[in-house]
């Protein structure tokens, strides 16, 4: 089994910063690309970046140039440094990654984390 474990939410007023941590554990043979995802009340969970084991990264049109997702595998850790936060950035951000297990080698599956809870506001 796999687990993953968010951490660094919380509530910030507009402009600010937060960085989210992400931890994965358990029988992992290697993970491929680690991923942020954020989903607002009423609203279905959207992409916000993504990095491959190679560091490549992409991100959405709302996290350009504000957010900042970095890796450290050798920790199975993935980051999302969030700066000039808006009010429209409230929402639970959830881990995601690709994960070939000790178990099953070979086979990439899909990993989700519980979520953490960020929201903006004055």
């Known amino acids: 089994q796999v687990q993953l474990a968010e951490s660094g939410g919380g509530l910030v007023q507009p402009g600010g910063s937060l960085r989210l941590s992400c931890a994965a554990s358990?029988?992992?043979?290697?993970?491929?690309?680690m991923a942020w995802y954020r989903q607002a009340p009423g609203k279905q969970r959207d992409l916000v970046a993504r990095?491959?084991?190679?560091?490549?990264?992409n991100y959405a049109d709302s996290a350009k140039g504000r957010f900042t997702i970095s890796r450290d595998n050798a920790k199975n850790t993935v980051y999302l440094q969030m700066n000039s936060l808006k009010p429209e950035d409230t929402a639970v951000y959830y881990c995601?990654?690709?994960?070939?297990?000790?178990?099953?080698?070979?086979?990439?599956?899909?990993?989700w984390g519980q979520g953490t809870q960020v929201t903006v506001s004055s």
């Open positions: 990095i491959t084991r190679g560091g490549n990264t």
């Open positions: 358990g029988s992992i043979f290697s993970i491929n690309d």
């Open positions: 995601n990654a690709a994960v070939i297990t000790l178990k099953r080698m070979g086979v990439v599956s899909d990993y």
